[in-house]
C-alpha cells in the first residue's frame, strides 16, 4: 500500500486498532473480530515472538484487513515485516532510517513523534501524516491543538492512552484524522479470547 492509498483508507476509517499477539493462534480471531466490527485496519506491533507470523496469517488469509506493522525499530524489521506481507510501518520514535527505507519502497509509513523537533526532522522527509505518540502523556488533545496550529498542513494520527472516554474529543481535533490504541482489543482482551466483546465495541467506535 502507498502511502496516498493509507492516507485515503485511515480517513475513511478514523481508527487503527494497535493488537499485540502473545499467541499466533489468535491473529485470525481478533482480525475477524475487527472486521465484523467495522473496522479493516490492524497494526500488528513486533513487540511479540508471533509478530511477523501474525501478519502472515492475516494478510493471506484476512485479504479485507489491512495489516500493517507497528512499533518498528529498524529497517531489519520493516523489511521482515514487509516481506510477511505488512502493508504498511509504524514506528513508536522517528527514524530517519526507516521512513526513507519505506519511501525508496513505496510502502505507507507511519512514524511516531513526540515533539516539535522531531515534527521538524519528519516534515524534512516530507512525512504526512505524523503519529504523536503517547499522546496522553505529552498532553492531551490540548497538545494536539497546539501542534496543529505550528504545523498546520500535517496531519496527526495521536496514539497512547486513547480510550472511549476521550477518543471523541481527538477526532473533533483539528488537523487529526485518525486515533491508535489498543483499548477497545487490548492485549488482555485477546489473551481472555474475548471476541465477541472486541466486535462490540468495535462496532461502537466505527460506527461515530
Ligand atoms: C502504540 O503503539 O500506538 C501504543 O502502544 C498504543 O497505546 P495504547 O495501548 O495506550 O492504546
Known amino acids: 500500500m502507498n502511502q496516498t492509498q ?9 481508527v487503527i486498532p494497535v493488537i499485540v499477539l502473545e499467541e499466533l493462534e489468535d491473529a485470525i480471531p481478533t482480525a475477524n473480530a475487527l472486521l465484523k466490527g467495522g473496522i479493516s485496519f490492524m497494526e500488528i506491533t513486533f513487540r511479540t515472538d508471533c509478530a511477523k507470523e501474525a501478519i502472515a496469517c492475516v494478510s493471506k488469509e484476512v485479504s479485507e484487513i489491512c495489516v500493517g506493522a507497528g512499533t518498528i525499530l529498524n529497517v531489519e524489521d520493516a523489511k521482515r515485516a514487509v516481506e510477511a506481507g505488512a502493508s504498511f510501518i509504524v514506528t513508536p520514535g522517528y ?6 527505507w519505506c519511501k525508496e519502497n513505496d510502502i505507507a509509513v507511519l512514524p511516531g513523534v513526540a515533539t516539535p523537533t522531531e515534527i521538524m526532522y519528519a516534515i524534512q522527509d516530507k512525512c504526512n501524516p ?10 492531551g488533545p490540548r497538545y494536539c491543538k497546539t501542534m496543529h496550529s505550528v504545523f498546520p498542513a500535517l496531519t496527526f494520527i495521536p496514539s497512547g492512552g ?47
Open 130 to 139: 505524523i503519529k504523536l505518540f503517547p499522546v496522553e502523556e505529552l498532553g
Open 162 to 208: 486513547i480510550n472511549d472516554s476521550n477518543y471523541e474529543a481527538y477526532l473533533n481535533t483539528p488537523g487529526i484524522v485518525a486515533v491508535g490504541g489498543s483499548w477497545f482489543a487490548s492485549r488482555a482482551m485477546i489473551q481472555q479470547k474475548q471476541f465477541e466483546e472486541i466486535t462490540k465495541h468495535a462496532k461502537q467506535i466505527s460506527k461515530k
Open 6 to 14: 493509507f492516507i485515503e483508507a485511515l480517513e475513511n476509517q478514523k
Open 95 to 100: 527514524s530517519k532510517e526507516v521512513v526513507m
